[in-house]
């Protein structure tokens, strides 16, 4: 089972990106897929997770960042709109998690990273 993560990227303040996470290997259309994130010297963090028609956001991104899933595609996307400068960290999706969905630890895959810079 992969995740391939990808779309980070430099931008400017205001701007947006749009994250996607491909699985292969497995189906995930009934699991519940999210993003992380991991700022230089910080602890992974929840962004937003995304199953079976439920989805939450970390109040950080609320608003700004939408999650949505194609069912079809195995694949998860993060649009991410008025990016702010403490948006920068490398962004990692998860699948199928066993415990706390706010945990990285309760996920059991993981994709490889993508980072994003958002300059001032």
């Known amino acids: 089972v992969q995740l391939q993560a990808y779309g980070g990227g430099l931008v400017q303040a205001g701007g947006s990106l749009r994250l996607s996470c491909a699985a292969s290997g497995r189906t995930f259309s009934s699991d519940a897929m999210g993003w992380f994130r991991q700022a230089p010297g910080k602890e992974r963090e929840f962004v937003s997770i995304i199953w079976i028609g439920n989805i939450y956001y970390a109040d950080s991104v609320k608003g700004r960042f939408t999650i949505s899933r194609d069912s079809a595609k195995n694949t998860v996307y993060l649009q991410m709109n008025s990016l702010k400068p403490e948006d920068t960290a490398v962004y990692y999706c998860?699948?199928?998690?066993?415990?706390?969905?706010?945990?990285?630890?309760?996920?059991?895959?993981w994709g490889q990273g993508t980072k994003v810079t958002v300059s001032s």
């Open positions: 998860a699948a199928d998690p066993s415990g706390a969905i706010y945990s990285p630890g309760a996920y059991n895959y």
